[in-house]
T-cell receptor
Framework: AQSVTQLGSHVSVSEGALVLLRCNYS??????LFWYVQYPNQGLQLLLK??????LVKGINGFEAEFKKSETSFHLTKPSAHMSDAAEYFC???????????FGKGTTLSVSS | EAGVAQSPRYKIIEKRQSVAFWCNPI?????LYWYQQILGQGPKLLIQ????????DSQLPKDRFSAERLKGVDSTLKIQPAKLEDSAVYLC??????????FGPGTRLTVL
């Protein structure tokens, strides 16, 4: 069985500061890991994904995440926050490609000027 | 390329009433998912279709929820009768076999 824990339901940063959103997973098989972003009244948009191969994954809008098997983590980072990054971020895991996603509870990112 | 379409975007009903949601996936996507997102939580799978067959409906409350996928394209999700705890956003997603899922904008249901 798979599960996801997102540490911190709310993260606040200043514009230009480092963004770090934490995600830990549990999986009985090698996981597929995803980060999605959700803007108000919109659906989820894929930021990046890890399936196999390189453990540092680059996504859209300057975000990246690193898969660390030993720590069962997949934290999302961005070197410099923009106001437009304010949204809700969800980490998700699946057992294999083509199966349903199991989501964490989400982290709301606030960016102040 | 058109995205996943959902309608209506918002719906308000009284408890014990019925409601239906519609989803049109991205053209050619064989896999379709319905998720329920309760306020403050991540989405939770209700049902997964592969073409017009059900792959996983283990978390669908079958006493009140039903879903179908017509001709392997559009899908409808129905709730009958609705309860207060059904208030949520209902998200439809589609994917090409092993590719990542694309999500629609969702339908926000309020049950009074």
């Amino acid at each position: 069985a798979q599960s996801v824990t997102q540490l911190g339901s709310h993260v606040s940063v200043s514009e230009g500061a480092l963004v770090l959103l934490r995600c830990n997973y549990s999986s009985s098989v090698p996981p597929y890991l995803f980060w999605y972003v959700q803007y108000p009244n919109q659906g989820l948009q894929l930021l990046l994904k890890y399936t196999t191969g390189a453990t540092l994954v680059k996504g859209i809008n300057g975000f990246e995440a690193e898969f660390k098997k030993s720590e069962t983590s997949f934290h999302l980072t961005k070197p410099s926050a923009h106001m437009s990054d304010a949204a809700e971020y969800f980490c998700a895991v699946s057992a294999r490609a083509g199966t349903a996603l199991i989501f964490g509870k989400g982290t709301t990112l606030s960016v102040s000027s | 390329e058109a995205g996943v379409a959902q309608s209506p975007r918002y719906k308000i009903i009284e408890k014990r009433q019925s409601v239906a949601f519609w989803c049109n996936p991205i053209s050619g996507h064989a896999t379709l998912y319905w998720y329920q997102q309760i306020l403050g939580q991540g989405p939770k799978l209700l049902i997964q279709f592969q073409n017009n067959g059900v792959v996983d409906d283990s978390q669908l409350p079958k006493d009140r929820f039903s879903a179908e996928r017509l001709k392997g394209v559009d899908s409808t999700l129905k709730i009958q009768p609705a309860k207060l705890e059904d208030s949520a956003v209902y998200l439809c997603a589609s994917s090409l076999s092993t590719r990542p899922q694309f999500f629609g904008p969702g339908t926000r249901l309020t049950v009074l």
